[in-house]
């Protein structure tokens, strides 16, 4: 029962803002395809324009070196508001370069007053690839994640492609809400190759 946000790729595949009722029906609070331009409402946070494109229905946007205080191309949206009711947040991301940095990561940030707070992404530590947080392994293939906002309570859930059911990765609590923003970004990515 919560509302969801889809948006879509990031090197990633579209994604949307749902909202399940308590009658069980669900309702989109926002949802960009990523065709031909960004919808309404979205935010570059460090734009590099040369290193973001949309093409055959997703956002890609390239791996830069750097890390959650100075990622370039970091597209934030304002959140929607956390006392209105639980939502979640949905992206297919997937890297149609495997990584090869330690901590090359893409997926979703949370702000709080224009403070990276938490992440859910898919990370490549140590040569392997992983759901974080909780360090969930994974295979390097496209993945569904979830960040369901419930209040002050997060649950991070994740579905490998080809998998039926969302698997959870951790849980926990967001600081008091303030400017929230969610973001979808990559960083840790090589300075002289590149990485979608």
Same mark, same amino acid.
């Given at each position: 029962?919560?509302?969801? #946000?889809?948006?879509?790729?990031?090197?990633?595949?579209?994604?949307?803002?749902?909202?399940?009722?308590?009658?069980?029906?669900?309702?989109?609070?926002?949802?960009?395809?990523?065709?031909?331009?960004?919808?309404?409402?979205? *935010?570059?946070?460090?734009?590099?324009?040369?290193?973001?494109?949309?093409?055959?229905?997703?956002?890609?946007?390239?791996?830069?070196?750097?890390? #959650?205080?100075?990622?370039?191309?970091?597209?934030?949206?304002?959140?929607?508001?956390?006392?209105?009711?639980?939502? #979640?947040?949905?992206?297919?991301?997937?890297?149609?370069?495997?990584?090869?940095?330690?901590?090359?990561?893409?997926?979703?940030?949370?702000?709080?007053?224009? =403070?990276?707070?938490? =992440?859910?992404?898919?990370?490549?530590?140590?040569?392997?690839?992983?759901?974080?947080?909780?360090?969930?392994?994974?295979?390097?293939?496209?993945?569904?994640?979830?960040?369901?906002?419930?209040?002050?309570?997060?649950?991070?859930?994740?579905?490998?492609?080809?998998?039926?059911?969302?698997?959870?990765?951790?849980?926990? #609590?967001?600081?008091?809400? =303030?400017?929230?923003?969610?973001?979808?970004?990559?960083? *840790?990515?090589?300075?002289?190759?590149? *990485?979608?």
């Amino acid at each position: 029962m919560w509302r969801t #946000a889809l948006f879509g790729v990031l090197g990633l595949i579209p994604m949307t803002l749902l909202s399940q009722s308590r009658a069980e029906e669900t309702s989109i609070i926002f949802a960009d395809p990523f065709q031909e331009r960004l919808a309404d409402g979205w *935010h570059w946070l460090r734009e590099l324009p040369e290193a973001w494109r949309i093409r055959e229905g997703g956002l890609e946007i390239r791996a830069l070196p750097g890390d #959650a205080n100075s990622v370039k191309n970091a597209l934030t949206r304002p959140a929607p508001d956390r006392t209105a009711g639980a939502f #979640a947040v949905e992206v297919t991301v997937s890297n149609l370069t495997p990584p090869t940095i330690q901590f090359e990561q893409v997926g979703i940030t949370w702000y709080v007053d224009d =403070k990276p707070v938490f =992440k859910l992404v898919k990370e490549l530590i140590d040569g392997k690839m992983y759901i974080i947080p909780g360090r969930k392994p994974v295979e390097n293939v496209a993945v569904r994640l979830r960040l369901v906002i419930d209040g002050n309570r997060w649950i991070a859930q994740y579905r490998p492609a080809g998998e039926k059911d969302f698997l959870v990765a951790a849980e926990g #609590a967001l600081p008091p809400a =303030k400017n929230d923003q969610v973001s979808l970004q990559c960083y *840790h990515g090589p300075q002289d190759s590149e *990485h979608w």
